[in-house]
Structures are given as structure tokens and as C-alpha cells.
């Protein structure tokens, strides 16, 4: 068996706006990254083309889908 993918999920237990989230994010990370708004209550978020998809959710949760191992989840 070979791991391909993982998976995590979480929360950060507060509302967001996710514009000025994308705003800050930009403002502060130091790095281009892509954003796509799916929807008024969530956003994903990649720092490279084919790198894992961080969505965030206006309710604070957010999922991180693609990394190839458990560290590059963290």
C-alpha cells in the first residue's frame, strides 16, 4: 500500500469574512498564491498549481485536501 493523498479538517471556532481573509493573506504571507471563490461561504486557497487546496468556509472550518504525506498536511 501506497499513501497518495491525505486529508485533514478543522476549525477555528469564529465567523470570518473571507475577503478580508484573502486581503490579509496577501497583504502578510510573502508569497503569490490563487484564490477561488466556489461561493459567498467559502473559499480554497493553493500556494502552488499543484500544491494541496486549503478551503475556509465563512463558520471558521476548513478542510486541506491533496497534501502527499502527514507532514506536508501540518
Known amino acids: 500500500m501506497k499513501i497518495v493523498s ?3 479538517s478543522g476549525s477555528i471556532d469564529r465567523e470570518l469574512d473571507l475577503e478580508n481573509v484573502i486581503e490579509d493573506l496577501g497583504r ?8 477561488n471563490f466556489s461561493s459567498h461561504s467559502m473559499v480554497t486557497v493553493r500556494f502552488s498549481e499543484d500544491g494541496p487546496a486549503h478551503t475556509v468556509f465563512t ?3 476548513f478542510q486541506v485536501r491533496g497534501p502527499r504525506d502527514i507532514d506536508e498536511l501540518y
Open 6 to 8: 491525505t486529508m485533514g
Open 28 to 35: 502578510s504571507c510573502g508569497v503569490e498564491f490563487s484564490s
Open 59 to 61: 463558520s471558521g472550518s
